[in-house]
């Protein structure tokens, strides 16, 4: 099983500063098959990047995944007031599917 | 607009049984591989379960082989999960999740059942 950690566990940032989010696999994720997803208070889960760089539709280009093999990275890199959530990791190349444990990026 | 919405959650004694349904609208149900996916209080997500598009290819995690069993209707546009023997650590929040296919990712989601298992 993947086993996927994701820091920091929370980002306190402003309103127009860079997010940089980690998520570290324990071993090689298949093909680059690395999701990001948003979670905001009442609402479900949103897709935000899939293959590890690819925006999911009408994601803003503000949200930049990059990374291979153990290391990926979500980049937003101008924090709107919306931006404010909980960001989860995920890896959909190998059984079972896993996720990391979230980051809360926080005001 | 997409929408996943899941039902049955609630409060059940320990070994007894629950089960989950989840009503899809919006999208094109039929090409869709549907998925139970957890959170525990405190706790990370955790996949649970998966089923294929034509209900020929079935998974489930370790923790609840043997004693949960997902189903589809396609015609009713909605998955289930049949929960049997529960513990108190199956208490989470059990979320519906839909993908093309086996290199996809979750593209929907719905917004989840809290289930409750305690004596």
């Known amino acids: 099983e993947s086993v996927l950690t994701q820091s920091p566990g929370t980002l306190s940032l402003s309103p127009g500063e860079r997010a940089t989010l980690s998520c570290r696999a324990s071993?090689?994720?298949?093909?680059?098959?690395l999701a990001w997803y948003q979670r905001k208070p009442g609402q479900a889960l949103r897709l935000l990047i899939y293959g590890a760089s690819s925006r999911a539709t009408g994601i803003p280009d503000r949200f930049i995944g990059s990374g291979s093999g153990t290391d990926f990275t979500l980049t937003i890199s101008r924090l709107e007031p919306e931006d404010f959530a909980v960001y989860y990791c995920q890896q959909y190349g190998s059984s079972p599917l896993t996720f990391g444990g979230g980051t809360k990026v926080e005001i | 607009e997409v929408h996943l919405v899941e039902s049955g959650g609630g409060l059940v004694q320990p070994g007894r049984s629950l089960r989950l349904s989840c009503a899809a609208s919006?999208?094109?149900?039929?090409?869709?591989?549907m998925h139970w996916v957890r959170q525990a209080p405190g706790k990370g997500l955790e996949w649970v379960s998966g089923?294929?598009?034509?209900?020929?290819?079935?998974a489930y995690s370790d923790s609840v082989k043997g004693r949960f069993t997902i189903s589809r209707d396609n015609a009713k546009k909605s998955q289930y999960l049949q929960m049997d023997s529960l513990r108190v650590e199956d208490t989470a929040f059990y979320y519906c999740?839909?993908?093309?296919?086996?290199?996809?990712?979750?593209?929907?989601w719905g917004q989840g059942t809290l289930v409750t298992v305690s004596s």
């Open positions: 089923i294929s598009r034509d209900s020929r290819t079935i």
């Open positions: 999740a839909g993908r093309r296919g086996g290199d996809n990712p979750f593209d929907y």
């Open positions: 071993q090689s994720v298949t093909s680059r098959y």
């Open positions: 919006g999208f094109t149900f039929d090409d869709y591989a």
